[in-house]
């Protein structure tokens, strides 16, 4: 199999909860993919079995020093899996995730926000604006002309 013949590599990444839930809806748009999973919680592994799993630690803005653990455990994941697409539903280990993967990876980045953030994008969101080569929302109201665009929701 040559090169172009491989399907692309997604990484899909999510923290708990109703980020986990929203990125489990999405997984009928990745059949044509190579994909692996990245959260935080390590049973969630038994969500995706056969693909892929890693687990990393958990951050929030309440608990930055803990930056210096996810960092390389997200370096460690993106050098095994070289993915071309990196696509989160949030939250702050999404938007380290997929800096790190744009930056220092050369993949492209989608960042869809929790429709839980109705009425305004999340904190970590909003940082993705400037990250993410796809930014978006799943509230039309929240779209615009400068982003986030709207393509649907996940729910």
């Known amino acids: 199999m040559s090169r172009t013949d491989r399907p692309r590599r997604v990484l899909a990444m999510a923290s708990g909860g109703g980020h986990w839930i929203q990125l489990q809806r999405l997984r009928p748009a990745f059949t044509e993919f190579d994909v692996a999973f990245v959260s935080v919680y390590a049973d969630y ?50 938007l380290v995730c997929i800096t790190l993967a744009r930056f220092l990876f050369g993949a492209k980045t989608i960042w869809i926000d929790s429709i839980a953030n109705c009425e305004r994008m999340s904190t970590s969101g909003s940082q993705a604006r400037r990250v993410a080569n796809r930014w978006l929302t799943q509230w039309p109201e929240l779209s615009g002309p400068d982003g986030p665009d709207y393509w649907g929701a996940v729910l």
């Open 45 to 94: 592994a038994d969500d995706v079995a056969g693909c892929r799993f890693y687990k990393v630690s958990d951050i929030t803005r309440m608990s930055l020093t803990r930056l210096f653990v996810l960092v390389p455990q997200l370096i460690g994941v993106l050098m095994r899996e070289r993915p071309n697409v990196v696509i989160t539903t949030g939250s702050a280990p999404g």
